[in-house]
């Protein structure tokens, strides 16, 4: 059914110094389990974009490249997504990077210190807005507050498919987890899904992409 997908997952790394840098907490779990579906459903050509993760990736039936920068994400993406059918933006880009590097170890021979931060592109706005007709765009949220109004504000202005919302709680804290209660947001409203392993969600991520692939 699908000839290329893309599937970007994992944290971007933006460095500050040689030894020091600005991140946060995904672990790159979803984003495997989605690859290893995508295997497993026997998708011909899958690329798969990840940030640094603790996992060893590597599989003849995937190509990996492996990124640290939100620029780098992007620089690679644009590259390959022309002629992808589907391309699932799980990773947690880093919003923010710093707007100088330093060559040299920052010293702590101050008391205070500022780092000034510039936005990083949104790369899933951007493939949103050049999307080729017939393409699957699906997108990730974490939300903490309103979460279907920030969720459905998120899906039209990234010009999204689906929406996969995390809904981040005490009971369900998202990162780091093997488990995930999270609803589906598409054009045609919102699903709630029960909690569920990580390689079940991946599973039920890709009958969704199916069934709209369909529509
Ligand atoms: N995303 C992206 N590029 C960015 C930031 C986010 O491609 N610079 C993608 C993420 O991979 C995810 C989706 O956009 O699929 C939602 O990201 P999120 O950070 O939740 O939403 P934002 O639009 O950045 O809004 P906010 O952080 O204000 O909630």
């Known amino acids: 059914m699908f000839k290329r997908i893309i599937i970007c997952s994992g944290p971007t790394v933006e ?19 989605l690859v290893n579906e995508a295997v497993k459903r026997g998708i011909p050509e899958i690329i798969f ?18 990124v640290e920068t939100a620029l780098e994400m992007r620089e690679h993406l644009l590259r390959y997504s022309d002629d992808a059918d589907v391309i699932i933006m799980a990773a947690a880009v880093s919003d923010y990077r710093p707007a100088n590097y330093s060559k040299e170890k920052i010293k702590k021979d101050r008391e ?11 790369i899933l706005f951007e493939l949103g807005q050049g999307k080729k007709p017939g393409r699957i765009l699906v997108g990730y949220a974490a939300e903490t507050h ?10 039209t202005r990234k010009n999204l498919d689906l929406l996969v919302l995390n809904e981040v709680s005490a009971e369900n804290p998202a990162f780091h987890v ?8 598409t054009a045609g409203g ?9 390689s079940t969600l991946a599973s039920r991520v890709w009958d969704e992409i199916e069934k709209l692939a369909h529509e």
């Open 49 to 66: 974009i990840t940030g640094p993760t603790c996992f060893e990736a590597s599989n003849p039936a995937y190509s990996v490249i492996r």
């Open 178 to 185: 093997d488990k995930n209660q999270v609803y589906f947001v």
């Open 112 to 122: 205070t210190l500022t780092l000034n931060l510039v936005k990083n592109p949104d």
């Open 146 to 155: 309103d979460i279907l109004e920030n969720a459905r504000e998120k899906f």
């Open 190 to 198: 919102f699903q709630k899904l029960e909690m569920m392993k990580k």
């Open 15 to 33: 460095p500050i110094d040689p030894v020091r840098f600005i991140s946060n907490r995904s672990s790159g779990k979803s984003g495997l389990q």
